[in-house]
């Protein structure tokens, strides 16, 4: 796989990939350039809840082996594990986000406060579990796009959600209270190419109304 | 926006657009062809828990329009309103998945009966609460991809999660114990491009480990 920029390839040839080159690594410049990419991605009033752990160094990987249960193979081979969680306190954040639109010309600063004004104590007041799926659901879409992105960049990826929920957080020296896990994404160089998967008839699964 | 595969400018370009063209229906062959590409999407043991309810006639956008509550605007001028739903028995199109696999070369009779053996067991015995959290985070990233697929078909889109979840399933004819709403996607042909967003820098967002 090379770099391409060709949209229904990247897309129609993805594959998830378990096993990797394990003498490739991405440089991390690289890898902030493919984040920024994944993080155009929409989400909730754009408070952008994705928060990423990337896991690239031989002591790092052997940090989350025990974790992984049945995704050594992708641990072990992979160029980097992206560990991606939802930030329960995003809303910390949205001075930061809507400041950053008014200096960019984006958004007035009238409309900045009005909308702030709504949003921060909403986002305060949703309970927990709530809350949880609005990260839940805007880290989703964000570990899409960067799977796109990562073909793009000539690297395949493995989405793995099997791995302890319970001790991630912790494990990477993150507070588990704020950060929730969403999903891991194994990166790297295909060794093999993944295996072709089939996929339900779009009409069996749509319904107009 | 016209037709394009450029992935770059799919992606980065793409915005959440609230107000489209009211003239502007999309064939429902090119919306099942949209579909098609979108689940192209990975999911967990390839389970495709994502089903599509695609409102596009103006009954239907009448009966939907109670539940969307501050998007009426996307309702009532978007070609359609693309219902994602998580199936929590998705499990009961194992068997067919798995057999089109073998039917089409791609997996062995044997190893498919080795597979479900252990997956569909499995996914029965789920908690109601976790086979949730699976078929929305496996719905999220089909709605990503629709989103960049429907951009580079030259449409627009706005992913909505404020709409009224409890009824929204029943609304549509669906059994809401089975089927979990996850997000709307409105789709069309913007009438005024969607605002520009800003993004925090990949660097605040990132941890290397």
Known sequence: MTKTNDFDAIMLNRRSVREYDPNVKIPRRDMLEMIQKATRAPSSVNLQPWRFVVVDSDEGKANLRPLV???????????????IFGDLHCFEYGEEIYAKAVAEGKLSEE???RQLAEIIPEYKSFPKEKMKKVVRLDSCLSAMQFMLVARSYGYDTNPIAGFDHAELAER???????????LMLAIGKALEPGEETVRLDAAQITTFK
């Open 69 to 83: 249960r049945w995704n050594t193979r992708q641990n072990d081979t992979s160029a980097a594990m992206v560990l």
């Open 111 to 113: 409309e900045k406060d």
């Open 172 to 182: 990477v020296g993150l507070d588990k209270e704020r950060y929730v896990p969403v």
